[in-house]
């Protein structure tokens, strides 16, 4: 008999990786994985290089098929998925390096990125209609980049155009927003910035984050998960992960 209260039922994880194993020549880049994002939550992913963080993203992204496993999203299948199928069913990925269009301005990167305009008929019949600019300028005022619309990308800080290609990702309106060392290369006051960005934008979509910068992750992340050798070590707050002895030994203590 079910004696649960009624109505009452767990919240699924948007995110559900379960026995995630990849192996490259015999050797297992991630080996047996479980990992789990729940809804509007920030996680992100630490670890000592070679530890499988940005194999675990090219994995869910379609960009490496898994060995073994499942990578189940909103309850669908991804391995079996193409990876723009992917990007479709509501999952967005930035690189470590920007990959923006140095050549336009902020504007045109981002409308370029408008859902319509992104397959082959969209492009032809593409019209900037006002839905699209306001789209645009609502994004760019998000990034901290409402002043620079005009400004060719080219010219953007550093740190500017990684919320570019964050803004670029946004126009998509992902469900799960994976980012690969995000304030690598940031100022001091443009990682302040891109905290207080995604603390916001995970208020209505998951964010899935690899990183270094320790403070960073302290100011950003509900739950840490640190990888060795391809498996979970530790997991949890950042509090209880700073102070794991076996994550001080493989990692932090380093």
Known sequence: MNTSPVGFQLAKP????????VSFDGFKAV????????????????????????TVLDLICGKTRATAGSIEFNGRELTRMKEFDIVRAGVGRKFQNPSIYE?????ENLEMSYPEGRNVFGALFFKRSAAVVARVQAVAAEIFLADLLHQQADLLSHGQKQWLEIGMLLMQDPELLMLDEPVAGMSVSERAQTAELLNRISE???????????????????????????????????????????????????
Request: charged residues 20%; negative net charge.
């Open 14 to 21: 948007v995110l559900a990786i379960e026995g995630l194993t």
């Open 31 to 54: 080996n047996d994985l479980n990992l789990y994002v729940d809804r509007n939550e920030v996680h992100v992913v630490i670890g000592p290089n070679g530890a499988g963080k940005t």
């Open 103 to 107: 050549n336009l301005t902020v504007f």
């Open 204 to 254: 209505g979509r998951s964010v899935l984050v690899i990183e270094h910068d320790m403070e960073f992750v302290k100011s950003i992340a509900h739950k840490v998960t640190v990888l060795h050798q391809g498996k979970v070590l530790a997991e949890g707050s950042m509090e209880a992960v700073q102070s794991n002895p076996k994550v001080i030994e493989v990692y932090l203590g380093h």
